[in-house]
């Protein structure tokens, strides 16, 4: 009986995170670079903090301040910008400051 129930939480956590995975795709560094230089339409969201947001971000990205996206307040000043994004049909490429908040951020 205890291998039939460990059996089945792995398989629910095997799911869980296939699901995770399908709700975004990670754009690494050398691509992103690629899309700005041949001027992709793109929508850029930043989740800096104020602070690092001023100091350096990408031209015309939506600013939020959600960093790390893990509280509920955090995920209210993303879901603020929906409808902004809503209205494109362009990639959406969400900035962390060190690349795994994007993660959290799930604004489908």
Same mark, same amino acid.
């Given at each position: 009986?205890?291998?039939?129930? $460990?059996?089945?939480?792995?398989? *629910?956590?095997?799911?869980?995170? $296939?699901?995770?995975?399908? $709700?975004?795709?990670? *754009?690494?560094?050398?691509? !992103? ?16 903090? &104020?602070?690092e !947001? ?13 960093? &790390?996206v ?12 929906? &409808? ?23 604004? $489908?």
């Amino acid at each position: 009986m205890r291998k039939v129930i $460990t059996m089945a939480v792995l398989l *629910l956590v095997a799911f869980a995170a $296939t699901a995770l995975a399908e $709700t975004f795709n990670y *754009l690494e560094p050398a691509q !992103f670079k690629q899309w700005i230089e041949s001027d992709k339409k793109m929508q850029i969201v930043d989740i800096q903090v &104020p602070a690092e !947001f001023q100091k350096h971000h990408f031209q015309n990205a939506i600013e939020t301040n959600a960093y &790390p996206v893990k509280s509920a307040e955090e995920k209210q000043r993303l879901e603020k910008i929906i &409808p902004i994004l809503a209205g494109g049909r362009e990639d959406i490429v969400v900035i962390c400051p060190r690349g795994g908040g994007a993660k959290n951020t799930s604004i $489908t």
